[in-house]
């Protein structure tokens, strides 16, 4: 059992509320509610591995603890550039992030009794969902948007169990009526980021990126309902009030250019955010036009002195073959947004060579195996081999 050491925000109309208050949203406004750690962190006293070795800095009371092992992922030094980390978060247990935020939400789940959780999604959410609600004996239901969630996270969401509601729209529509059904029936407990619990576990991306290395100038988010880059940032700024680091490093997000409204909002110095209707991109993960978190994610950005920007689906097949090539690491699109970004930022004048920085690789490669086949010609003749060998030896 935990101290409560925390209490909930409202990040809209500022209310406060007990931490043992079952609540999801605001209940007086209907804004999202942000988890106040108010436990300083202290390394020293950290005990096992991954998320749960982070337990005193997370709020609230979990009598029933769901976990798969999820954290402690690989922290990479690249090959090619001097001061620059990936944070492979595919190799969690259901191969992205999304498992260190699961297993927050799923203990509180079951830990309140619900027996039904719920979730919108383009698929590495509905993959996490099942897989963590399987684990604690509790029913999923997911609603996807059809024909558009790549065929690996499917796969795993179909393996686990859960109930699929495909519907005729994207993934903003799918995620309406989420909220919509978690406003008419309370027996489901929804697990997409709009529930701050989830975001708890995956503000220990940050924790262990500054056990391994320390303070970084700069952390590349790609982002799409935008609860990571906020998460991340919050892992940070507790590490900061707790006297571990002198600065946030500046939290970087990048978007794809047809699915883009914090980088065009943040880019164009807008004064209000302008959701896309219609949002398109190869990378399905971040093919989102109406961030649930954007105000969250807005206040990251700001706070550190961070920035956004935009790649093209050219410039993510690029970075995702110079990960996998290059690198050796294999990323689904998404997460090779962060590669892109970095050329673009080098290049730009934003970074430099010397800035410490990490980028975050949100998912596995084998989530998404259709884009590849589609792009590469992969074969060659066994007749040419002798030949072939010679030209690789050049
Ligand atoms: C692989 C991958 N990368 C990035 C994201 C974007 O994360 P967020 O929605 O927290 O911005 C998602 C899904 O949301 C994802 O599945
Ligand atoms: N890419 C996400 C979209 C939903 O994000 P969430 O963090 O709000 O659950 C997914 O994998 O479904």
């Not at 999820?70 to 191969?95: D, Q």
């Not at 008419?184 to 989830?198: A, E, G, I, L, M």
């Amino acid at each position: 059992m935990i101290d409560k050491h925390g209490f909930m925000k409202c990040i809209s109309c500022n209310s406060t509320f007990d931490i043992d208050q079952n609540l999801i949203v605001c209940p007086k406004c209907g804004g999202l509610l942000e988890i106040i750690n108010e436990k300083e962190i202290d390394i020293k006293r950290l005990k096992g591995k991954g998320v749960w070795r982070y337990k005193d800095f997370i709020p609230g009371n979990y009598k029933k603890i769901v976990s798969l092992n999820e954290g402690n992922t690989p922290l990479i030094k690249s090959r090619k550039f001097e001061n620059l980390y990936f944070k492979f978060e595919g190799l969690n247990p259901t191969g992205s992030f999304k498992d260190r935020g699961m297993t927050i939400a799923i203990s509180s789940a079951a830990t309140l009794g619900y027996k039904i959780v719920v979730a919108a999604s383009t698929g590495n959410t509905a993959a996490s969902a099942s897989a963590y609600s399987a684990r604690a004996g509790l029913k999923t239901i997911l609603f996807l948007p059809k024909g558009k969630v790549a065929k690996g996270k499917l796969f795993q969401s179909i393996l686990h169990g859960a109930h699929i509601v495909e519907i005729n729209g994207n993934f903003d529509e799918a995620l309406d009526k989420v909220k919509k059904l978690f406003n008419k029936n309370k027996d489901v407990y929804p697990v997409n980021s709009f529930n701050p619990w989830r975001l708890e576990g995956q503000k220990t991306i940050a924790f262990e990126i500054f056990e391994e290395i320390g303070n970084p100038d700069f952390v590349i988010v790609p982002t799409g309902n935008a609860g990571n880059i906020y998460a991340i940032w919050k892992g940070f700024k507790e590490l900061e009030k707790s006297g571990l680091i002198e600065k946030i490093p500046k939290m970087i997000a990048v978007q794809s250019s047809g699915s883009s409204p914090i980088a065009d909002y943040i880019i164009g110095k807008k004064k209000k955010i302008e959701f896309v209707e219609n949002p398109e991109t190869i990378a399905t993960a971040i093919r989102i036009g109406k961030p649930v978190n954007y105000m969250k994610a807005i206040k990251a950005i700001e706070d550190s002195n961070g920035y956004a920007i935009k790649v093209d689906d050219k410039e993510i097949i690029e970075g995702q073959k110079e990960l996998a090539r290059e690198e050796g690491i294999g990323v689904e699109p998404a997460s090779a947004s962060t590669i892109a970004a970095y050329h673009k930022l080098l290049n730009n004048g934003y970074l430099n060579k010397y800035d410490k920085g990490v980028l975050i690789l949100t998912g596995h490669a084998l989530k998404d195996p259709n884009i590849l086949f589609e792009e590469d010609s992969y074969s060659i003749s066994s007749n040419d081999i002798e030949v072939f060998i010679n030209k690789l030896k050049i």
